[in-house]
């Protein structure tokens, strides 16, 4: 009886020890899972934030800003920018078992463990990357059990969030590496001053030891104690087999880096102009090529210290098929406050000089009433009160119109602006993309043709490569973005733009330079305040700005000489030799003076009839050129139909309005149009021996 007695007392001992052990097993459980809950979501997206970074086309870091606190962090995809030799070691040192754990390596608490027992403190934490990268995320301000289990917790929320690519990209960002660099990238630029896509095997160690003590292992401060991690780091790899004792010795050899590079600082006006319109992105993509601009900065800054204090050099390269920039050079010098380094060049609105004289050729061929071989005067001519002169006060007499475009003569190009219309020059550009910028309350008179009109180089270059594209100009692109609506706008039609190359093609070059290979064309402002040049092949258009940013004259600041020889320089730099351009579109008529039509052997001003025979040329007598239309539109298209009548000429007479041909003028010389939309129109009147004349409109 009495064993029965105490075999129940024990069992009901043994009971409440139970039920005491799973109440204290149940309070534990309760209080970790509060701990846990109490540590609330990892902070990712501040761990995340990185300093902005703008890269070219490539990928190629052009310019990264420090983030607000003045760190440096940079992003960086391990797989495709860092070197596989350092990702080796550092797995190897750090993290053995990092792609099989799951954020926890036992085999590695177990030895931090028996160290801790055996010594009394901690010997090492037995830390994997992804608990390193939890410490990161939250730093620490001492190791101590309580931290440790932190680190813990927040691997495996680590782990359960991200993939082992991601837990490694981010390490590699957040890793520190002294002072104010954080991340594998920024350490690997401003020890090494380059990417850490290739890295030598001493680089690549020195760059795994640095993040075990990171400030007392600076570059810059304790070099002897960075050399000593670094050894340590490759003696281990030689115990472990990793890399051979050779190669290690032989990494050993190699001193390692005792001053900072400076961060790179590319394109840095795209870059502030970049950065200042994307407002959320880490990375900004641009269309420019880090090597050409690596290349162009030099030229602009030697270039311009040649030609004298304060001067500065603007140089923009367009790719002609698709309208993206590909290199942008806004001053000589961004850092020299005497050259007003930080302005851009390329954006400011300057006088073009002569540069507008290929567009006003331009039309004039599109209108058809000139030729590259006709004859024009360069003589003496006044309209109204003004009275335009060659550059050199001279005049050459008769010319062919290509000579005049390619010695940029004054007078005809003014000539024939008369006959184009400055407004209609103007509203042209415009419809190509330009930005034209008049005085104040002054509308487009003929002094435009000859730098009286505002513009940037950015906008030239734009127009520019609408000749090699035949005569639409693509809006220019900086910025790469994923929606891309950019549509060709038309600049001339292509027979035009085609002549206007190929006359260009034939402007005398620079001394030492060759012939024939570049279209281009010079100008200078007045008061030699401005010195362009703008130049095309078939791949390429360049354009060149050299001036005061102030604006204040440089006497003999001319485009022929400061600017083109850049011009050529910056081809000759882009490695490549200048591509041919288009071949003559379908129709363009090539052929000697004698062998034109008799119209355009020689070209006549308004008033100057020509004479076919006994026939007189045709001439449009209603409407007046430059009269202005109003069309009734609301009583119906009869209504609304314009009368054209014309004198002289032999029939038939075929109309064009605005280029296209709408039919015959009848034998009482008359005919009824439907007026195009309001705006500018060009009527054109050709008779059956090729004479012709034209007027230019404004309909209401």
Request: glycine letters at 8%.
């Amino acid at each position: 009886m009495s064993e029965g007695v105490t075999s129940g007392k024990t069992k009901r001992r043994v009971g409440r020890l139970a039920a005491t052990a799973a109440a204290l097993l149940l309070v534990a459980v309760t209080t970790c899972a509060a701990w846990i809950v109490s540590l609330g979501p990892l902070p990712l997206q501040e761990a995340r934030a990185v300093s902005t970074t703008i890269v070219d086309r490539n990928g190629k870091l052009l310019r990264a800003y420090a983030m607000a606190d003045g760190r440096w962090r940079l992003p960086v995809d391990a797989k495709k920018e860092v070197d596989p030799t350092y990702l080796k070691l550092l797995l190897a040192y750090e993290d053995q078992r990092f792609f099989d754990h799951h954020g926890v390596d036992p085999k590695a608490l177990a030895r931090a463990a028996v160290q801790l027992g055996t010594s009394g403190h901690i010997v090492s934490g037995g830390s994997t990357i992804t608990m390193q990268l939890a410490r990161l995320i939250e730093p620490r301000q001492h190791r101590s059990l309580h931290f440790k289990l932190r680190q813990i917790v927040r691997a495996l929320d680590i782990e359960r969030e991200m993939s082992k690519d991601e837990i490694l990209d981010l390490y590699l960002t957040l890793a520190p590496y002294g002072g104010n660099l954080e991340g594998i990238r920024a350490a690997s630029i401003a020890y090494f001053g380059k990417e850490p896509k290739r890295l030598s095997l001493a680089e690549a160690a020195l760059l795994v030891a640095l993040p075990q003590s990171p400030e007392t292992r600076r570059l810059d401060r304790y070099p002897e104690a960075a050399k000593k991690g670094r050894d340590r780091v490759l003696d281990r790899m030689v115990s472990e087999h990793v890399v051979s004792e050779e190669d290690a010795l032989q990494a050993k050899a190699q001193p390692v880096p005792r001053l900072r590079h400076p961060m790179p600082i590319l394109a840095p006006h795209a870059a502030d102009q970049a950065a200042a319109a994307v407002k959320d992105q880490a990375v900004i993509k641009l269309t420019l090529d880090a090597g050409l601009q690596k290349v162009l900065e030099p030229l602009a800054h030697d270039r311009a210290a040649s030609l004298g204090p304060n001067i500065s050099v603007g140089i923009i390269v367009v790719d002609n098929d698709s309208g993206d920039v590909l290199a942008h050079v806004g001053s000589a010098d961004y850092f020299d406050p005497r050259r007003a380094g930080q302005v851009d060049m390329t954006r400011a609105v300057r006088s073009p000089g002569s540069t507008l004289k290929p567009f006003i050729y331009g039309l004039a061929f599109e209108d058809g009433f000139v030729h590259p071989e006709s004859l024009i005067d360069d003589r003496p001519v006044r309209f109204g009160s003004y009275a335009p002169e060659n550059f050199d006060m001279t005049y050459q007499g008769t010319v062919p119109v290509r000579k005049a475009l390619q010695l940029s003569l004054n007078v005809p190009a003014i000539v024939l602006l008369d006959r184009v219309g400055a407004s209609r020059l103007s509203a042209r550009l415009k419809q190509a993309g330009a930005n034209l910028v008049l005085p104040k309350d002054e509308a487009p008179g003929l002094a435009m043709g000859l730098g009286g009109v505002g513009v940037t180089l950015q906008d030239l270059a734009q127009l520019y490569s609408g000749f090699p594209r035949l005569g639409s100009a693509r809006p220019l692109r900086e910025i790469m973005l994923k929606d891309d609506a950019r549509e060709p706008m038309r600049l001339m039609d292509a027979a035009a733009a085609w002549q206007v190359g190929n006359v260009l093609l034939g402007t005398p070059p620079p001394d030492n330079a060759a012939r024939g290979r570049i279209a281009f064309k010079t100008g200078t402002s007045y008061g030699y305040r401005d010195a362009w040049s703008v130049g095309f092949d078939g791949r390429v258009t360049i354009g060149v700005w050299v001036g005061r940013p102030d604006g204040a004259p440089v006497p003999g600041l001319i485009g022929r000489v400061a600017a083109a020889p850049i011009l050529f320089d910056a081809f000759a730099r882009t490695g490549k030799l200048p591509a041919a351009l288009p071949r003559p579109p379908k129709g363009t008529l090539v052929a000697g003076n004698s062998k034109l039509p008799l119209p355009l052997r020689r070209f006549r001003p308004f008033g100057e009839l020509v004479r076919a025979g006994a026939e007189q040329a045709p001439h449009i007598q209603f409407p007046l050129n430059g009269s202005r239309i109003d069309v009734d539109r609301a009583n119906g298209s009869d209504a609304a139909a314009m009368p054209v009548k014309v004198s002289g000429g032999v029939l038939p007479i075929t109309m064009l309005v605005n280029g296209l041909a709408v039919g015959e003028i009848d034998s009482r010389r008359q005919r009824l149009i439907d007026p195009p939309g309001p705006g500018f129109a060009r009527l054109t009147v050709i008779d059956a021996t090729g004479a012709a004349d034209t007027v230019v409109v404004r309909i209401q």
